[in-house]
Nanobody, 128 residues
Framework: QVQLVESGGGSVQAGGSLRLSCTVS????????MGWFRQAPGKEREGVAS?????????YYVDSVKGRFTISQDKAKNTLYLQMNTLKPEDTAMYYC????????????????????WGQGTQVTVSS
């Protein structure tokens, strides 16, 4: 049974950094499509960053995190990372890892329906 487990969340002051990790277990295969979503209280869940696992690779970032967040994948460890720098209070949210193993064309914008597996989330709190 495939499971995704996030870690690395916490509380930091504005301007600080955190690195989130998402480890995939229960399979020897690496997901084709992986991403990070977040949901702040009272707001809808939004896609933050995603990556497609090919030799050329393809990444997507929501405009609000471009230049501050970096998504990466370690296939040997079957782990996804999200390096978050220059954090802002508006980055405060529960962050979720998501993955899918199907090799197929992916539309822009990280539609949630293209992810079949989800983690339980890790909380990130940024204080001003």
């Amino acid at each position: 049974q495939v499971q995704l487990v996030e870690s690395g969340g916490g509380s930091v002051q504005a301007g600080g950094s955190l690195r989130l990790s998402c480890t995939v277990s229960g399979t020897s295969y690496s997901p084709y499509y992986m991403g990070w979503f977040r949901q702040a209280p009272g707001k809808e869940r939004e896609g933050v960053a995603s990556t497609i696992s090919t030799t050329r690779g393809s990444t997507y970032y929501v405009d609000s995190v471009k230049g501050r967040f970096t998504i990466s994948q370690d296939k040997a460890k079957n782990t996804l990372y999200l390096q978050m720098n220059t954090l802002k209070p508006e980055d405060t949210a529960m962050y979720y890892c998501a993955a899918d193993f199907r090799v197929r064309a992916v539309p822009p914008g990280m539609p949630e329906t293209f992810f079949n597996y989800w983690g339980q989330g890790t909380q990130v709190t940024v204080s001003s």
